[in-house]
């Protein structure tokens, strides 16, 4: 069977809004704002665009967030991402933000989530997408600062389905994050954390056991550890694995040595995304297509990835169902 990755109905779980910012709209909102950035133009930026590891990507895309100043910049951001969403059969998204990153610029809270959110509302009526809202918490910060955070997000707390864990993973286990995830499970959220992207698979335990993660983001160095291998096929807790960031950040060389299909064989609950499309290369079709031709997964195992996208999501029992049914409509003969 002939699967076309882009018309696949698929959710993505792993997307950070502000790695949505593509070049030439990084240099239109640095314009329009009175922001000089550190290139001259979009053709030096794109060159920037060669890392070495994680950090060497972090270092970029924070700089780039230089640009994002206003609501409008946040809803215009979140509304190009949607668009391009819809293009590659995306149904529903869970999406990332780090508001710590807008915060030590002088924005405020509610500068971030205004802008996201005046863009989520239009999402179901003009995309076909339904949304929801992750807040990550900066590993390498303070766990003090995550506090605060979070302490800011109480008033929005209807418009965030939950928090996680991103950046430097490096020398920032899960476990300097037990204290803040326990309050923000207290206050209602649910909780997910990057963890095994750079990261040992020590720090996946971490986070399934202290940090009570409902999904792990990344998680590919949990293939290095049996026992851990054992118990995620065990539990079925999703791994949110994003191919294309992987080969780009150098987590693995070439895209025939990704751990995916292994996962996938060794009866993980395994979903495919795109990270940060607008440095990486792609998005989240453009990463099922990545798999299917660099590992030569089938039309099944596409399939299969895409049911994964949706029961590993925070949506209830009867969407889930809905979309199921879509995916077993494509496989139909017609
Ligand atoms: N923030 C944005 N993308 C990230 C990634 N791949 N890993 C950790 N933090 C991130
Ligand atoms: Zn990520």
New binding site residues.
């Given amino acids: 069977m002939t699967i076309d990755p882009r018309t696949l109905p698929k959710a993505e779980l792993h997307i950070?809004i502000e790695?949505t910012f593509e070049p030439a709209q990084i240099f239109q909102f640095a314009q329009r704002n009175n922001v000089k950035l550190a290139y001259p133009n979009v053709a030096a930026l794109e060159e920037a665009y060669k890392f070495t590891d994680?950090q060497s990507f972090?270092n970029l895309?924070y700089a780039a967030m230089a640009a994002l100043r206003t609501e409008r910049d946040f809803e215009e951001l979140t509304i190009a991402y949607l668009q391009r969403a819809k293009a590659q059969g995306v149904r529903h998204a869970e999406i990332f933000f780090?508001p710590q990153a807008h915060l030590e610029r002088g924005l405020s809270f509610d500068t971030v989530i205004n802008g996201l959110w005046a863009a989520l509302q239009r999402s179901s009526g003009e995309f076909g997408i339904t949304t929801a809202l992750i807040m990550c918490f900066l590993r390498d910060q303070p766990e003090s600062s995550a506090m605060q955070t979070l302490e800011l997000a109480l008033p929005h707390r209807d418009k965030i389905i939950g928090v996680g864990l991103?950046?430097a993973?490096l020398g920032n286990p899960p476990s300097k994050f037990q204290a803040v995830f326990d309050r923000a499970r207290a206050a209602g959220f649910l909780t997910v954390a990057?963890a095994g992207?750079e990261g040992p698979p020590e720090y996946v335990w971490q986070a399934l056991e202290l940090l009570k993660v409902s999904r792990v983001d990344?998680g590919v160095r949990s293939m290095e550890d049996p026992l851990l291998v054992k118990h995620l096929a065990q539990t079925q807790i999703p791994l949110t694995v994003?191919p294309l960031?992987n080969v780009r950040?150098r987590v693995v060389d070439r895209m025939a040595d990704h751990p995916l299909k292994r996962m996938m064989e060794a009866g993980l609950c395994c979903t495919v995304n795109s990270?940060?499309p607008a440095y990486f290369g792609g998005y989240v079709a453009d990463n099922f297509s990545a798999v299917q031709q660099g590992l030569q997964l089938t039309g099944d195992d596409l399939m299969q990835l895409a049911r994964n996208s949706f029961t590993s999501s925070f949506i209830d029992d009867l969407s889930k169902q809905h979309y199921l049914d879509e995916i077993d409509g494509v496989a139909a003969p017609t």
Avoid: A, I, K, P
């Fill in positions: 950070h790695g994680l972090l895309y780090d991103d950046s993973e990057h992207e990344h994003c960031s950040l990270d940060d």
